[in-house]
C-alpha cells in the first residue's frame, strides 16, 4: 500500500472556493492540495469522500480520476443537502451508518470531530457514529507526548493511543502534523511502522510516502492516472497525481 505526498497545486487558485466545501482554505495538511480544471476547483479530501462518487478506470478521466460529468453530477446531489453542522448547503458527505441521515462538508466534519478513514472503503462517519474504540479513557491532564500539554477531554477521534505502545495518548493533530509536516511515518517511541501507519490511516489521517521521479514527472505533466476508489489506501494516488 502506497499513498504519495502532498505537493502545491500547480495552478494559481489560492483565493479560489472548493465547490464541494466552499472554503478558500489551502490547508494541505487537513484538505490536501486544493486544484482547478475547467473552472472547478476542488480539495483532494473533499473530492476523495464524496458519497456518490468513485473513480474510474477508464483512460479519459478528466478530474483527479473521476468524469467531469460525474463531479457535476454530485455537485448537483450536494446542492440539495444541507451540512448538519454549519446549516449550509453542498454537504457532499453522507454518515456511512445505515440509520443516519446527517450529512455534512469534510471541513465542517474535521470541525466537529466526524471521522473520514483513508482505507477501505473510505467511509465518513458522523461525530455520533463513528466505530473507533479505545481500551482505555485517559485523565484530563494526561499529557500528550508530542507536544506534551495536557489531553483535555477525551475523545475517541480527537485522542489517540497507538496499538503499539498502550498507554501513550497523543492529540490526532499532533499526529498528523508529525507525519506530514514532519514527515516522520513511525511511532516516535519504539520506531514501528507498519502498525503506526495502519493506525494512521483508520483514524483519519493522511499519511503520504515519496514518490519515484517518473511519479514526479508525471505528476508535473499533469497525465492522468487510472484506480479504483475502494482498493485499498493507494487508490488516492489518483487523487495527489494532479495535486
Known amino acids: 500500500m502506497s499513498i504519495p505526498p502532498l505537493y502545491k497545486s500547480f495552478e494559481d487558485n489560492q483565493e479560489t472556493n ?3 466545501c466552499k472554503s478558500s482554505t489551502n490547508d494541505v495538511v487537513l484538505y490536501s492540495n486544493k486544484y482547478t480544471k475547467n473552472g472547478i476547483t476542488i480539495h483532494n479530501f473533499c473530492l476523495l469522500f464524496a458519497s456518490g462518487l468513485q473513480q474510474k478506470n477508464e483512460a479519459n478521466v478528466e478530474i483527479l480520476g473521476y468524469l467531469e460529468e460525474d463531479v457535476k453530477r454530485e455537485l448537483k446531489q450536494a446542492s440539495k443537502l444541507t451540512c448538519f453542522y454549519c446549516k449550509l448547503r453542498g454537504a457532499s458527505i453522507g454518515c456511512c451508518r445505515r440509520s443516519c441521515r446527517k450529512s455534512f462538508h469534510y471541513t465542517c466534519g474535521l470541525e466537529n470531530s466526524c471521522l473520514s478513514q483513508f482505507c477501505g472503503k473510505f467511509d465518513s462517519f458522523c461525530h455520533l457514529h463513528h466505530d473507533i474504540e479505545r481500551s482505555t479513557i485517559h485523565a484530563d491532564n494526561e499529557l500528550c507526548r508530542l507536544c506534551e500539554q495536557s489531553m483535555g477531554k477525551f475523545h475517541s477521534v480527537t485522542s489517540i493511543e497507538l496499538p503499539c505502545c498502550n498507554s501513550r495518548w497523543y492529540h490526532s493533530q499532533c499526529l498528523r502534523d508529525l507525519v506530514n509536516k514532519q514527515n516522520i511515518p513511525r ?26 521521479e517518473d511519479e514526479i ?17 493507494a487508490s488516492t494516488s489518483i487523487i ?3 495535486a
Do not use: K, V
Not at 516516535?188 to 494512521?200: K, L, Y
Open 18 to 20: 472548493c465547490i464541494f
Open 187 to 212: 511511532c516516535q517511541a519504539c520506531g514501528d511502522e507498519d502498525a503506526f501507519r495502519q493506525s494512521m490511516l483508520l483514524n483519519g489521517i493522511y499519511i503520504s510516502e515519496r514518490c519515484s
Open 217 to 233: 514527472e508525471q505528476i508535473a505533466s499533469m497525465t492522468p492516472s487510472t484506480s479504483s476508489h475502494e482498493s485499498s489506501p
Open 240 to 242: 495527489d497525481n494532479f
